[in-house]
């Protein structure tokens, strides 16, 4: 009983340094955000953030991929009775367009620090490369489920392979939005139009 009481305050102390990292990220950017203000805003003496976290950057990986892990888990993408009449290829740019929406005000510039923070913390912790390659698939498997689906409600032939093609718009994803995030001057309409063509050229109707 008491181990539990412990576990479920460890978890509860956890989750609030991430919550108050993520307020401080995005409102002082990931520089100009210490680990003492960090633990200020969650309540907690400075010295506990590092029984939970190795390092700043560690904590900035964590809360993304509980942020996403987060909206997955909220969102699940259905097919009604509008979406029979739309193409395949805009119903999968759809599905996109939602996942990505919610991370469109996060600066280019703290999606470069996680680029960059990841690669440093995973040497350390291969366990955190595993959390985030499962976010992937995590994203790839709902979209083979949303595929499917399609094939399904005849949006899509019988023979069409929901795997490899998830597989491969997943790819899609990828690679535009690291140029995004990269290349400073690209917009986040030139992102989803992208996006879009390379779906367009995959699904045909």
Do not use: C, W
Not at 113 to 130: I, M, N, R, Y
Not at 180 to 197: A, S, V
Request: no cysteine.
């Amino acid at each position: 009983m008491l181990i539990g009481i412990r576990k479920k305050k460890k978890q509860e102390t956890k989750n609030r340094i991430l919550k108050s990292a993520k307020k401080l990220f995005f409102e002082n950017g990931y520089d100009y955000t210490t680990t003492e203000e960090i633990a200020r805003e969650a309540e907690v003496a400075s010295g506990t953030i590092f029984n939970y976290f190795d390092s700043k950057a560690e904590i900035l990986i964590e809360a993304f991929a509980d942020d996403f892990m987060e909206e997955m888990d909220q969102h699940e993408f259905q097919l009604d009775q509008q979406d029979l009449q739309k193409a395949a290829a805009d119903l999968i740019y759809d599905f996109i367009d939602n996942r990505i929406k919610r991370y469109s005000n996060i600066s280019k510039k703290i999606m470069r620090q996680l680029f960059s923070s990841s690669f440093t913390a995973f040497k350390s912790k291969p366990e955190l490369l595993k959390k985030m390659i499962d976010l992937d698939f995590m994203f790839v498997d709902e979209l083979i489920v949303y595929i499917n689906e399609m094939k399904a409600r005849r949006l899509l032939p019988e023979t069409f392979q929901s795997n490899e093609a998830a597989e491969i718009i997943y790819s899609i994803l990828a690679f535009e939005y690291i140029i995004y995030i990269f290349q400073k001057d690209r917009t986040l309409t030139e992102l989803m139009d992208g996006i879009r063509n390379k779906v367009n050229f995959i699904i045909k109707d």
